[in-house]
Nanobody, 124 residues
Framework: QVQLVESGGGLVQAGDSLRLSCAAS????????MGWFRQAPGKEREFVAA????????IYTDSVKGRFTISRDNAKNTAFLQMNSLKAEDAAIYYC?????????????????WGQGTQVTVSS
């Protein structure tokens, strides 16, 4: 079992930055692929970014490439999502997710554990 707790959300203006954190417990963190997803009101949950287990390979959805960076600190069992140049369309609840596998996936269906979410609001 893995427990995930997100933090770092908030209200910012367009163009600002935020750093989300996801603290994990309960499983060997370095063997766990981590992902960030988001869900805006009235929309389906969408993939944002993911990072593989120990080798740190990353993938992103096109709309955040060049603005968001996913990273992890295996010593602290924590994953991060650095979000720069935020836009109004980035506003959503952001969820951290973990897989039992170390390998990447774009699909939320392949993630086994989820956090409670953290709200990101962007004013334009």
């Amino acid at each position: 079992q893995v427990q995930l707790v997100e933090s770092g959300g908030g209200l910012v203006q367009a163009g600002d930055s935020l750093r989300l954190s996801c603290a994990a417990s309960g499983r060997t963190f370095s063997s766990t692929a981590m992902g960030w997803f988001r869900q805006a009101p009235g929309k389906e949950r969408e993939f944002v970014a993911a990072i593989s287990g120990s080798d740190g390979i990353t993938i992103y959805t096109d709309s955040v490439k060049g603005r968001f960076t996913i990273s992890r600190d295996n010593a602290k069992n924590t994953a991060f999502l650095q979000m720069n140049s935020l836009k109004a369309e980035d506003a959503a609840i952001y969820y951290c997710a973990a897989r039992r596998s170390a390998y990447l996936s774009y699909s939320g269906l392949e993630y086994d554990y989820w956090g409670q979410g953290t709200q990101v609001t962007v004013s334009s």
